[in-house]
T-cell receptor
Framework: DTAVSQTPKYLVTQMGNDKSIKCEQNLGHDTMYWYKQDSKKFLKIMFS???????INETVPNRFSPKSPDKAHLNLHINSLELGDSAVYFC???????????FGQGTRLTVV | AQSVTQLDSQVPVFEEAPVELRCNYSSSVSVYLFWYVQYPNQGLQLLLK??????LVESINGFEAEFNKSQTSFHLRKPSVHISDTAEYFC????????????FGKGTRLHILP
């Protein structure tokens, strides 16, 4: 039973499309994150939610909108996709924001 | 705010040789420290962590790291590497008494040579 699961694992789409990535966790953690990893493996935090409330938004374009319907889910919706959005997106969870994070397997997004 | 520096973007080492991956951090408050490993096409997994107590922490697969407060370092070491250790390794830091995010370094690719 996967602790942090993301769907889909791969996503190929055309510029201008709107897409969503889903994340679900069964660890009972209060904190959930979205990270973006670029082609150089740099890992950058995008959003952090604590108890369904947004607590960190790291100057991400407003084309990216996270939504947390409940504590176990944090989905990422991306509007008007651009070539530069191509990356691997990771969902992660933690018991508290400053403690160890548990990562999903990632979603490789390719915008063509 | 905290920051973390991994000076080496890539470290090549022969199989069965020892390795050290360097990590230095900056913080005005006490910290938690982490090493994560990312195998090809996978997510990050926690390798080991320092929260408090003994400054030397170990993982189940032979890695160890030592928290050195005076040098603000948390270097990762293994006495003898295996081909299966080929991966990207990330050092990370967070503030101990604040509910603030974990900051990741830029990663070090460990490349094992046969």
């Amino acid at each position: 039973d996967t602790a942090v699961s993301q769907t889909p694992k791969y996503l190929v789409t055309q510029m201008g499309n709107d897409k969503s990535i889903k994340c679900e966790q069964n660890l009972g953690h209060d904190t959930m994150y979205w990270y973006k990893q670029d082609s150089k493996k740099f890992l950058k935090i995008m959003f952090s939610y604590n108890n369904k409330e947004l607590i960190i938004n790291e100057t991400v374009p407003n084309r990216f909108s996270p939504k947390s319907p409940d504590k176990a889910h944090l989905n990422l919706h991306i509007n008007s996709l651009e070539l530069g959005d191509s990356a691997v997106y990771f969902c992660a969870t933690a018991g508290r924001p400053n403690t160890e994070a548990f990562f999903g397997q990632g979603t490789r997004l390719t915008v063509v | 705010a905290q920051s973390v520096t991994q000076l080496d973007s890539q470290v090549p080492v022969f199989e069965e040789a020892p390795v050290e991956l360097r990590c230095n951090y900056s913080s005005s408050v006490s910290v938690y420290l982490f090493w994560y490993v990312q195998y090809p096409n996978q997510g990050l997994q926690l390798l080991l962590k320092y929260l408090s107590g003994s400054t030397l922490v170990e993982s189940i697969n032979g890695f160890e790291a030592e928290f050195n407060k005076s040098q603000t370092s948390f270097h990762l070491r293994k006495p003898s590497v295996h081909i299966s250790d080929t991966a990207e390794y990330f050092c990370a830091v967070s503030a101990k008494n604040r509910d603030d995010k974990i900051i990741f370094g830029k990663g070090t690719r460990l490349h094992i040579l046969p």
